[in-house]
Structures are given as structure tokens and as C-alpha cells.
């Protein structure tokens, strides 16, 4: 079956160095689009990046990543880490065989002063 | 404002106790899910509502079900909650097929002590 593999669970960065959280879907079927979610502590998960095209660039707070449906990876990317954006990231493709998202076990990412 | 609405936050039963738990959104949408999220393992999904009456099982469906009477409105019933079923409970809703994106409600953290 379908599955999505996540970064290892927990990413520690120190303030102003880049970080990358990997991404990869394991499907037969065809990539349709990625998401990326963020969920700060004791908030609900909210979309932080999505992207249906494929070889495009996709920004949003700061963060990109680029959507390579040969591959199907969508890595997520921040040249500077902000100690704002310690959360748990989700990645959640879709593909042609399924009419839901499959959400990767997250990654807990910790930005240290 | 468009959002997803849990109702209650927060809330602790015994075991074999019945539980509802409620989510309502106020942006039409045709798509509404049922998570739950444990350390580890992510956001699973338990149901998912195309519409009205037009329910399907998720990847762990069991010891639970849903009821969905209108469309704005979408609920989780646990029958004999057991204190495997403790978790954090997140409703979410979409505007079409689950591939577009999810907006999620707050949670319900449930204790079944």
C-alpha cells in the first residue's frame, strides 16, 4: 500500500541556521499534489505549503519546497530557522489511487537559541 | 470567518461511558473528517463524510461511528469508550474531495480513564 515517509520524529536547529525536513511518498499511483502542515503546540494542524505543479518552487512564511512528482518528494526547506517555528510538521500527498490525503507520522521540529 | 468548530475542548470519561463528540464548520463544505493523533503515529484517519448520510471508514474505524445530518454538522460517537480511545481528537472539513486542503477544528483532548 501507499505510504509517506517523514524526516526522523525529531529535528533539533539552532536559531538562524537552515533547516530541511524530508518528504517522500511511496505510491504506485499517480502524484497529484503535496502538503505541508504546521501545528504549533496545542493549536489545530494548518496548511503551510501546498503544490500540484510539478518542478515549481512554493513559498510561504519563509519556508519552500519544490515538488518533484518523478520522485514524488516535496522536501520542506528555511534557509534561517526562527525559534517561532518550533511545531510539528505533517506531510500529506494525494495521489490518483486514493480521495484522501495520506498524513506522515510528523516531524517535531525544536529551534534552540 | 470560516472555520471548524469542537465542541468540548476537553473531557474525561470512564470507561464503558458513552462519548460524543461534535464539530460543525461554517464554510459548506462538502468534506468532513475524524482524526485522532497519538505521539508517534501521527493524524489517523477514523471516517470521513463526502456529505449527508454518505459516510465511509477511515484506517481505524473501529469502536467508533459517525452521524452526519446536515451538511455544517458531523459527529463521533464512541459506544463503551474504552482507555485505548484516549487521545486527541481533530475534526477537519474540505471543500471537495479530500485532496484539496483540510481546515481543521481546535481538538478534543479525551481522557477514558
Known amino acids: 500500500g501507499d505510504s509517506v515517509t517523514q524526516t526522523e520524529g525529531l529535528v533539533t536547529v539552532t536559531e538562524g541556521l537552515p533547516v530541511k525536513l524530508n518528504c517522500t511518498y511511496q505510491t504506485t499511483y499517480l502524484t497529484i499534489a503535496f502538503f505541508w502542515y504546521v501545528q504549533y503546540l496545542n493549536e489545530a494542524p494548518q496548511v503551510l505549503l501546498k503544490s500540484s505543479t510539478d518542478n515549481k518552487r512554493t513559498e510561504h512564511q519563509g519556508f519552500h519546497a519544490t515538488l518533484h512528482k518523478s520522485s514524488s518528494s516535496f522536501h520542506l526547506q528555511k534557509s534561517s530557522a526562527q525559534l517561532s517555528d518550533s511545531a510539528l510538521y505533517y506531510c500529506a500527498p494525494a495521489s490518483s489511487g486514493s480521495w484522501q490525503l495520506i498524513f506522515g507520522s510528523g516531524t517535531q521540529l525544536t529551534v534552540m537559541p | 470567518d470560516m472555520k471548524v468548530t469542537q465542541m468540548p475542548r476537553y473531557l474525561i470519561k470512564r470507561m464503558g461511558e458513552n462519548v460524543l463528540l461534535e464539530c460543525g464548520q461554517d464554510?459548506?463544505?462538502?468534506?468532513m473528517y475524524w482524526y485522532r493523533q497519538d505521539p508517534g503515529l501521527g493524524l489517523q484517519l477514523i471516517y470521513i463524510s463526502y456529505d449527508v448520510d454518505s459516510n465511509s471508514e477511515g484506517d481505524i474505524p473501529k469502536g467508533y461511528r459517525v452521524s452526519r445530518k446536515k451538511r455544517e454538522h458531523f459527529s463521533l460517537i464512541l459506544d463503551s469508550a474504552k482507555t485505548n480511545q484516549t487521545s486527541v481528537y481533530f475534526c477537519a472539513s474540505s471543500p471537495g474531495t479530500g485532496r484539496d486542503t483540510l481546515y481543521f477544528g481546535a481538538g478534543t483532548r479525551l481522557s477514558v480513564l
Open positions: 464554510m459548506s463544505h462538502e468534506t
